[in-house]
């Protein structure tokens, strides 16, 4: 946890997708952002951002890199991580590995699926949470120490793992920016 009054520094793993866009919510909630392509800008870092985008992408330029040793090094050291759509997927059993879930790609459909919904998610108050969902992902599996904290017809698209964060839509559209704010919490 960060000394009050202190601005974080966040990673923003800036590969592939929406990164730019979490970085705007983390600079306008007070934190100093930086952008993640090379291991070396994993150094100092209070919290990361693993950003919505094309899973295969990603997966290759993480691979391209060769972040994904230091890139687990960083969660297993305790380092605060929310993952969003792809970034949910990053996270799972089959990708980075660093969280006891099994995503499900696309789970809600291809691009003409995609919609938007008012969630109730656990640790979030003040009402629920809007969700954009594109080619979202879902949870299709989970061990015992992931705390589901949102669901969509049964299917759990939001999830905690110690210090880790996962959603299976964008927090980073519109101006619902109280996921950001539970992520930064724990930095």
């Known amino acids: 946890m960060q000394s009050a009054g202190a601005s974080p520094l ?3 793993l800036a590969l592939q997708g929406g990164f730019e866009a979490h970085a705007r919510v983390l600079e306008r909630l007070g934190a100093t952002v930086r952008e993640v392509r090379a291991p070396k800008d994993l150094a100092g870092l209070e919290g990361l951002v693993l950003p919505g985008g094309e899973s295969t992408a990603i997966t290759l330029g993480i691979e391209r ?3 994904a040793a230091p890139l687990r090094e960083l969660v297993a050291r305790g380092t605060p991580v929310l993952g969003s759509c792809a970034g949910l997927v990053m996270l799972d059993r089959d990708h980075l590995n660093v969280m006891d879930i099994l995503a499900e790609r696309n ?3 291809r691009q ?9 998610m656990s640790g979030i108050e003040d009402g629920p949470v809007h969700g954009v969902f594109i080619r979202a992902p879902w949870i ?6 992931v705390e589901i904290l949102a669901e969509i017809d049964g299917h759990p698209v ?3 793992q110690g210090p880790i964060i996962a959603v299976a839509f964008h927090t980073e559209l519109g101006s619902d920016d109280r996921v950001h704010r539970l992520f930064l919490d724990e930095t």
């Open 140 to 145: 299709a599996q989970h061990g015992p120490e």
């Open 107 to 109: 789970a809600f459909g």
């Open 65 to 67: 890199e060769a972040l």
């Open 112 to 120: 003409i699926s995609s919609f938007e919904a008012e969630l109730a």
């Open 158 to 160: 939001a999830a905690r």
């Open 10 to 12: 966040i990673g923003v």
